[in-house]
């Protein structure tokens, strides 16, 4: 079998790792990829928003499936251009993927679902939004209803800071049309998690919990990130709570989209936020999680092919989604200034000597094979991912596994799973 998986991250070369694994499979294909993929199986120079190229590519390669790692291919219709030429793709159609490609589609589905999340109003225009956010007070939060590569959510402190920040939106067009409409909502306080589900229209089948660190400093301090570590599973969302929790947060969704007519297959992944008042849906994302989804690769025992054709076919209730006991915890070496400007081609040594530790892989995200050597390309450059009998091996043996990596400027945030282990 030839496998396509589009994206280029830690994701999609953990994507490639495990859909290596699979007996039926021959070939890895990744488009664009990156130095891990690589060396997993053969990059594709097409962009992962280049839908008529991927198509035209998976047609002409004769490929068996395509695995959609990132949303935007997804919201930009992948599943649909493909399914049309009758090539099987993993991950929902152009409508469901709206539950990640517009907030505003995602909170009234939410809202009409009866799924717990916070209280919201949606604005197409300026003024309007600005009297609603004087009248409620701060703290509260704007969301660009677009996608806006992770920047389009301000958690603000004051009302001069929100109504600022749709200002930016709408205004000054800092998000181009993602921010012509916007979402503004109730701010909540507590931990958050992150629970995913294979679903296929009608069933899903539970991963574990997991939760990601978005800020990049120790103690989850200063500016987000697209996640600087992540480990599973996560202690707030123990396992004799899934099925309570997916009913609650991935059933009703399920449900409605099916009546829509447009049954959700893929993914479904609900950030979850713990309140006072029980678990509460921060967003949903259409796609693993970066970096949930080394983690949780790490700790799936069955065959991700079978699983996902499982998912396309409707077939999910006659397959057994396995997972591993053991705790998984990744730690993302990134290069110094992420989130904001950081150097790049710093040559990257020790990978082989971390994976040669026992339970270890090192995922490789911003990085490029140049010369037959692995050098960094982006900010985030590595996920160094650990299975443990519990979270406190898991973290050190992925610790000690950075240890062996070296690289100039790299920079590192030295509490990934503290929280779980302080609980
Ligand atoms: P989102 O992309 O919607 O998950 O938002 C990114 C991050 O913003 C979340 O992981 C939360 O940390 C924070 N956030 C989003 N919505 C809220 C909210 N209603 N209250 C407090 N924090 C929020
Ligand atoms: N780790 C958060 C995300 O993938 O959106």
Redesign the pocket.
């Known amino acids: 079998m030839k496998i396509l998986v589009v994206g280029s991250g830690g994701r999609e070369h953990a994507l490639c790792w495990k859909l290596s694994q699979s007996p039926k499979v021959d070939t890895i294909l990744c488009a664009p990829g990156n130095g891990g993929t690589a060396q997993v199986g053969t990059n594709i120079p097409i962009k992962d928003d280049d839908i008529p190229a991927l198509v035209a590519y998976a047609k002409s390669e004769a490929v068996d499936l395509v695995v959609a790692g990132p949303e935007l291919p997804l919201v930009l219709g992948l599943q649909n251009a493909l399914t049309k030429e009758g090539i099987p793709c993993f991950g929902p159609s152009a409508f469901a993927a709206n539950l990640e490609g517009s907030?505003a589609f995602s909170k009234n589905v939410m809202h009409e679902s009866g799924v717990p999340t916070?209280s919201f109003r949606v604005f197409d225009e300026f003024e309007a939004a600005r009297s609603f956010i004087e009248e409620k007070g701060a703290p509260i939060?704007v969301?660009a209803d677009g996608l806006a590569a992770?920047k389009?959510?301000v958690?603000a402190k004051t009302t001069e800071e929100a109504i600022g920040a749709v200002e930016e939106m709408m205004v000054k067009k800092a998000f181009s049309s993602a921010g012509d409409r916007v979402v503004v909502?109730?701010?909540?306080?507590g931990e958050?998690a992150s629970f995913l589900a294979f679903c296929d229209g009608v069933n899903y089948a539970l991963l574990p919990s997991s939760q990601d660190h978005?800020a990049v400093g120790e103690g989850d301090t200063g500016p987000?990130t697209g996640g600087m570590g992540a480990y599973s599973p996560a202690p707030i969302l123990p396992e004799e709570k899934y099925e309570e929790t997916a009913e609650l947060v991935i059933r009703p969704i399920l449900r409605h989209l099916a009546a829509k007519g447009e049954p959700f297959k893929g993914i479904l992944y609900a950030?979850l936020?713990y309140t006072e008042n029980g678990p509460s849906v921060?967003?949903y994302n259409v796609r693993f999680g970066d970096p949930e989804c080394q983690p949780l690769l790490m700790r799936l025992e069955s065959d991700l092919v079978d699983i996902m054709f499982a998912c396309i076919e409707g077939r999910l209730n006659e397959i057994e989604v396995k997972v591993r006991p053991e705790t998984a915890c990744g730690v993302v070496m990134a290069a110094e200034g992420y989130p904001g400007s950081y150097p790049k081609g710093m040559e990257i040594s020790g990978l082989e000597d971390a994976d040669a530790l026992e339970g270890v892989k090192a995922f490789q995200a911003g990085t490029q094979l140049k010369d037959g050597k692995v050098v960094t390309s982006g900010g985030r450059v590595l996920c160094v991912t650990a299975l443990g009998r519990d979270l406190k091996e898991a973290q050190t043996r992925a610790y000690e596994a950075v240890g062996k990596i070296h690289f100039d400027k790299s920079y590192y945030r030295r509490d990934i799973g503290d929280k779980g282990l302080n609980r």
């Open positions: 907030k916070a939060v969301k992770g389009g959510v958690v909502e109730e701010c909540m306080a958050e978005k987000n950030g936020m921060l967003e």
